[in-house]
Nanobody
Framework: QVQLVESGGGLVQSGGSLRLSCTVS????????MGWFRQPPGKEREVVAA????????YYVDSVKGRFTISRDNAKNTVYLQMNSLKPEDTAVYYC??????????????????WGQGTQVTVSS
């Protein structure tokens, strides 16, 4: 069974930075397409960023372009989300997700096979 564990969330002031980490169990991590999603209070879960198996291709929702960076370290089975210039509207529970058979629908929740438990990010104004 594949397990994903997120860490790095917390409370930060507007304009601050956080780095989220997601460590994935199992030996197939380097084959997985990975995504970061977030769910603000009272809203639906949405994609934030995604990355292909070797890190060459990345995708971002428009609202985080230029502020967030997704990366991965296959030797450590870990995907990261560096978040800079944080805004109050970035407040959400952040989830990482693993896709074992990527079909190109990186922004669809049902594209992903495994999910972490989520980590809270709160940005104060």
């Amino acid at each position: 069974q594949v397990q994903l564990v997120e860490s790095g969330g917390g409370l930060v002031q507007s304009g601050g930075s956080l780095r989220l980490s997601c460590t994935v169990s199992g030996y197939m991590f380097s084959n997985y397409f990975m995504g970061w999603f977030r769910q603000p209070p009272g809203k639906e879960r949405e994609v934030v960023a995604a990355i292909n198996w070797n890190g060459v291709s990345t995708y971002y929702v428009d609202s985080v372009k230029g502020r967030f960076t997704i990366s991965r370290d296959n030797a450590k089975n870990t995907v990261y989300l560096q978040m800079n210039s944080l805004k109050p509207e970035d407040t959400a529970v952040y989830y990482c997700a693993a896709d074992t058979h990527y079909t190109g629908r990186y922004d669809f929740l049902d594209e992903y096979d495994y999910w972490g438990q989520g980590t809270q990010v709160t940005v104060s104004s």
